[in-house]
T-cell receptor, first 118, second 114 residues
Framework: AQKVTQAQTEISVVEKEDVTLDCVYE???????LFWYKQPPSGELVFLIR??????QNEISGRYSWNFQKSTSSFNFTITASQVVDSAVYFC???????????????FGEGTQLTVNP | ETGVTQSPTHLIKTRGQQVTLRCSSQ?????VSWYQQALGQGPQFIFQ???????GRGNFPPRFSGLQFPNYSSELNVNALELDDSALYLC?????????????FGNGTRLTVT
């Protein structure tokens, strides 16, 4: 069975601070995908990144960066110089990489509520 | 490019009733998935539809059923509603078989069962 744990329920920072959201996962699959989604108050889940288990390179996209460490089963997300608009619930998710529901059947963590104060 | 759209936005039903939620997939997407998100929790996979057939289901009873239409729009039907069915229902679409096609979600339908 797959499991995703986001130990941080809520994080509050002041604007321009850096913040890291932790994600630890469990899976028996040898190949899998990892995702981060953002959920603003409107409810829509906004796709941020997908990482293949074969690709352990860290990635940076503007103020966002992701640190994938297979050895510790972690896929952490860092926001640099946070802004008020970053306030949202952030979800880490895991999917099998093979099979009919590959990429569609996501196992989500409980989410981390990030509040960025001005 | 049109995103995933869901209707209605909010819905209130009584225990024991039946409900139908609707979803229009993002243009170019042929696979639709439905998720249930209880308050304060992460979304949980209900099922996936491809080529108008269900081909993957999460831990949900048969009273949760769905349809996918030739234009890739979709419905989620829930019979014999229970209080615990109160949640945000999210529809998501993607392109089957395309490795770099992540799930794109709609804004969801907030269902309240009283």
């Amino acid at each position: 069975a797959q499991k995703v744990t986001q130990a941080q329920t809520e994080i509050s920072v002041v604007e321009k601070e850096d913040v890291t959201l932790d994600c630890v996962y469990e899976t028996r699959d040898t190949t899998y995908y990892l995702f981060w989604y953002k959920q603003p108050p409107s409810g829509e889940l906004v796709f941020l990144i997908r990482r293949n288990s074969f690709d352990e390179q860290n990635e940076i996209s503007g103020r966002y960066s992701w640190n994938f460490q297979k050895s510790t089963s972690s896929f952490n997300f860092t926001i640099t110089a946070s802004q008020v608009v970053d306030s949202a619930v952030y979800f880490c998710a895991l999917s099998e990489a093979e099979g009919e529901t590959s990429g569609s059947r996501l196992t989500f963590g409980e989410g981390t509520q990030l509040t960025v104060n001005p | 490019e049109t995103g995933v759209t869901q209707s209605p936005t909010h819905l209130i039903k009584t225990r024991g009733q039946q409900v139908t939620l609707r979803c229009s997939s993002q243009s170019g997407h042929n696979t639709v998935s439905w998720y249930q998100q209880a308050l304060g929790q992460g979304p949980q996979f209900i099922f996936q539809y491809y080529r108008e057939e269900e081909n993957g289901r999460g831990n949900f009873p048969p009273r949760f059923s769905g349809l996918q239409f030739p234009n890739y729009s979709s419905e989620l039907n829930v019979n014999a509603l229970e209080l615990d069915d109160s949640a945000l229902y999210l529809c998501a679409s993607r392109t089957w078989g395309r490795l770099n096609s992540p799930l794109h979600f709609g804004n969801g339908t907030r269902l309240t069962v009283t």
